[in-house]
């Protein structure tokens, strides 16, 4: 690409000239790309340029919010206080300019106002307000999740005589408020930083609060020459630290429930950590209190009576405490904000009861009052996350806008929150569905910054000319930060993260609330596995040679999955008996994991039937994909060890295999034990697929493309019916999908010892399934129970075999790959490393569930066509 700035073209755009744009320019220019970042301001610091507003502060401490790539920059700049105010951090945003000389690349004062990704030539046509085209391989949004400024709309907005001001867009010169009136609508971070220093100056000061907020004192003080040496020279680890945490903070919520402490302890706790401040203070008590109700209640009730204990007016006091999950709206820390309203030129209205009709040329109206100002400053937020790609025209493929993709909110759809599908070659630094906001910003940054320069390497070396979330991938992330965030109580608040702020924005959570580290593992493996989630073009005949492969050893490979790790440190925050002490009618009530299973797929048709079996009716779940029959059929058993599990369990599992294999999937309701020992499952399995030959053309199935599979002790049936029909002569079955399968009575293995506890199943779990399943110990050497144990194995059919590395049955399953191998039996056998127990049917927590059932789907597809039509 021409490094020419006259033809303004270059390789890379990038908009917004904050903490992000700054360093994809510096890291992108460093590696020899053409790039320019444009900027609506006239000077670089994005946030920090615009809200300028009094008492505007940073709330996570100082040493940690500062870019961390540059240890130069690092020890030439020394911060004054735990929570540097607004000047200082600009001062340090442009010291940074300065010190990389990035101004030379940003043009300033100009809007973009459109990007339109060009097919024909695979490069992105960019606009700015003043009509210019700029050309660019690479488009990224470095536009910071909080620019979009929301300002209300109250009837006479224009009406207003006296100064208008929003936080978030402050005059540069400072605004004297001494001996005026001024009204102020807001109570969010903004508000309650600028509430005390305008208090401080102004004759009178009206608060409007519409809702009232969790604040805690943020406890600022002045550096320490001495810590701040300490700091420089512990950099690296602390680093380490940041990026492996949860919010990008040098600190973890303590790993016990707030619910196992007694009142007393748990007073103190929340008392040190009120003495301590700190954005995340309260928050890490305990871990469970963005999860479990009832310990979110212990800090809320606790913040509630300091709040009452501050402020002396009991009816003001009453009137500010918060109802709401206390950690469910961004956090507030504040230096003396309850205490202002013990000042006597300080009021409080509350605009929930009396709302705000209109604003009049001397102030504004509630329905009860009328007040006058000289100043009146809006508080009052953002349009979040996505309010500032809305502000733009950002069209890909085929002409499809954003903002019709993702229906104005409604249906956020994106790739590890970079990428979207249908605008390839687009960047979105710290966008929707990343940990952005929810973090320590710098941290995310960093890491995106570092990850989409990496990526256009990638691209580089390898001669692609574009890269493009795949539709699939970015279905099951969108769906994964839905359930993540569902698993917590963010959900249950109107907070902006939700997009409750905005009037007639549709509501969700816009952020991966997983946490930085786990996020950053998932991006790494994501590069690390050529960038699997994503599609790549290439105009040259060059045939991509392969990047060198990165050193898994001792990362995410070899290690547990980290979407698998998060939701077992989930399920152990959560708490609950074990299943083996439970009774199993309790067993089979706790066991409900279907909000985990991801959001059901439409099929063609749904049909619940009962069906003749040896002990009476089985309960079966016929899924039938759209389109003419008949179709292949996959006969399905779930898991659940013989005593748990039913056809729910299994529902969004299914409904995927009977789209992506394009089949129908017969879902059997088996018996279970102990009400039903061995071999009743067994035989109502095999009395299933039997009937669905028997029966295939009443069902739209082809009787001679029959499948057994399933997962754990479904996929021991299918196992077993496999061996049943070769016995018995019938009925003929075209492949066996094994999902995990139990196939030995034995816990000898390795995986048993290596994976007997805290993956999810253990090793006493799976005793407790044998013993209600097993009549005696007899049992467990029938090859009935324990297809490993069969003589002969040679003419069954055709074999996926799925383990999962951190499943205590992982060697069980490959024992009986092998064995099938052994026999001349054709098998594919897959083992997913960092997976635990359960995965298949868990894609809408887990990337490699989802991918798994991709690979049976496929395998069935393609076993299904090597067969003849009946
Ligand atoms: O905005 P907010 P913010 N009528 O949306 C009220 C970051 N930040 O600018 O809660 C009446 O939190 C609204 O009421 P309600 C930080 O991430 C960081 O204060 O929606 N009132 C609320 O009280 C923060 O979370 C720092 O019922 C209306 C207020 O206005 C984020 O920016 C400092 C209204 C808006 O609060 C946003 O904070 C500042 C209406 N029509 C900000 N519309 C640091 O410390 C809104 N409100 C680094």
Same mark, same amino acid.
């Given at each position: 690409m021409t490094r020419n700035h006259e033809a303004q073209v270059f390789d890379a755009v990038v908009v917004g000239a904050g903490f992000s744009g700054l360093y994809m320019l510096h890291r992108l220019r460093e590696l020899g790309y053409s790039v320019r970042v444009y900027e609506a301001g006239e000077d670089v610091g994005g946030t920090w340029y615009w809200n300028r &507003?009094?008492?505007?502060?940073?709330? !996570?401490e100082s040493i940690y919010y500062n870019y961390t790539f540059s240890e130069e920059l690092r020890n030439e700049w020394t911060w004054s206080s735990r929570y540097a105010e607004q000047p200082e951090i600009l001062r340090y945003i442009n010291f940074v300019a300065d010190k990389l000389d990035l101004r030379r690349d940003i043009q300033f004062k100009t809007r973009i106002t459109s990007a339109t990704f060009n097919e024909k030539n695979k490069n992105w046509d960019i606009q700015t307000g003043e009509g210019n085209t700029i050309t660019a391989k690479y488009f990224i949004t470095a536009l910071g999740c909080l620019s979009a400024s929301n300002m209300p709309n109250f009837k006479g907005m224009d009406r207003f005589k006296g100064e208008l001001y929003h936080t978030g867009k402050w005059p540069h010169e400072k605004v004297d408020f001494t001996g005026k009136k001024v009204g102020i609508i807001g109570t969010g971070s903004s508000g309650i930083q600028a509430i005390p220093v305008i208090a401080q100056e102004a004759e009178h000061l009206t608060v409007f609060q519409r809702t009232p907020q969790f604040s805690a004192p943020a406890e600022n003080h002045s550096y320490d020459p001495e810590f701040l040496q300490k700091v420089k020279e512990n950099y690296h680890e602390i680093k380490q630290q940041m990026i492996a945490s949860m919010h990008g903070v040098p600190s973890f919520p303590r790993d016990k429930s707030a619910l196992k402490d007694s009142p007393e302890e748990r007073q103190r706790v929340f008392e040190e950590a009120w003495d301590k401040g700190g954005l995340f203070t309260l928050m890490y008590t305990y871990n469970d209190i963005g999860f479990v109700k009832e310990a979110n209640d212990t800090v809320a009730e606790f913040v509630r009576s300091k709040i009452a204990q501050t402020v002396e007016n009991p009816e003001v006091a009453e009137m500010l405490l918060p109802t709401y999950y206390y950690g469910t709206k961004r956090p507030i820390i504040d230096t003396n904000y309850f205490q202002t309203y013990n000042r006597k030129n300080v009021t409080l209205v509350d605009i929930k009861s009396d709302p705000i009709d209109e604003l009049t040329s001397k102030g504004l109206r509630t329905k009860e009052s009328e007040y006058e100002f000289d100043a009146l400053v809006f508080a009052t937020g953002f349009d979040a996350i996505t309010g500032p790609f809305f502000k733009m025209d950002i069209r890909g493929k085929d002409g499809i806008s954003l903002k019709e993709k993702w229906a104005e909110g409604a249906d956020l759809k994106t790739y590890l929150g970079i990428a979207t599908a249908g605008f390839p070659n687009m960047f979105m630094i710290t966008g929707p569905q990343s940990p952005s906001v929810l973090s320590n910003m710098l941290v995310s940054i960093e890491q995106h910054v570092e990850w989409i320069a990496d990526c256009i390497e990638y691209l580089r070396e390898n001669n692609l000319e574009t890269i493009e979330a795949i539709p699939e991938a970015e279905v099951a992330w969108s769906q994964q930060c839905k359930i993540i965030a569902e698993m917590s109580?963010? *959900?249950k608040t109107d907070s902006w993260y939700m997009g409750a702020n905005i009037e007639g924005k549709p509501r969700g959570f816009m952020a991966f609330l997983g946490g930085v580290g786990l996020y950053r593992q998932i991006c790494d493996d994501v590069a690390a596995k050529e960038y699997e989630g994503f599609s790549v073009t290439t $105009? $040259?005949? !060059?045939?991509p040679k392969k990047r060198n492969k990165i050193n898994l050893e001792g990362t995410v490979m070899t290690k547990l999955d980290p979407q698998a790790k998060y939701l077992l440190d989930q399920m152990a925050a959560a708490g609950g008996p074990a299943m083996e002490t439970l009774i199993p009618e309790e067993a089979r009530l706790s066991a409900d994991f279907s909000a985990m299973a991801g959001i059901p797929e439409e099929v063609g048709k749904v049909e619940d039937r009962r069906i003749p079996g040896p002990g009476g009716e089985i309960p079966v779940r016929i899924y039938t994909p759209e389109g003419e029959g008949p179709f292949p059929a996959l006969v399905y058993y779930h898991g659940g060890g013989w005593v748990i599990g039913n056809l729910d369990t299994v529902e969004v599992p299914c409904r995927l295999l009977t789209n992506r294999a394009n089949c129908v999937v017969i879902s059997v309701d088996y018996r279970l034990a102990p009400e039903h020992k061995f071999p009743a499952a067994a035989e109502d399995a095999y009395s299933a697929v039997q009937w669905v030959v028997d029966n295939a053309s009443s069902i739209g199935v082809d009787s001679a493309r029959v499948a057994v599979g399933g997962d754990s002790a479904g996929g021991n049936l299918a196992a077993v019916v496999a061996l049943m029909a070769k016995d018995k002569g019938g009925p003929s079955i075209s492949y066996q999908m094994l999902i995990y399968p139990v196939t @030995?009575? @034995? &816990?000898? *293995?390795q995986s048993y010892k290596d994976n007997a506890e805290g993956y999810f199943l253990t090793k006493s779990t799976m005793e407790w399934f044998w013993n209600h399943y097993l009549r005696n110990e007899e049992d467990g050497k029938n090859p009935y129970a324990s297809p490993l144990l069969a003589e002969d194995v040679s003419g069954l059919p055709p074999a996926l075999v799925i383990t999962g590395g951190f499943d205590p049955l992982r060697d069980e399953g490959e024992a009986y790959a092998e064995k099938l191998k052994a026999a001349g039996v054709a098998v594919e056998a897959t083992r997913y490393d960092g997976m635990i127990h359960g995965f298949f049917w868990l894609p809408g927590m887990l990337l490699q569930g989802d991918k798994a059932i991709h690979q049976a789907a496929n395998a069935l597809r393609e076993a299904f066509s090597s067969v003849e039509t009946a």
């Open positions: &507003y009094p008492g505007a502060r940073c709330d !996570i109580l963010a *959900t $105009s $040259s005949k !060059i045939v @030995n009575h @034995n &816990y000898d *293995t």
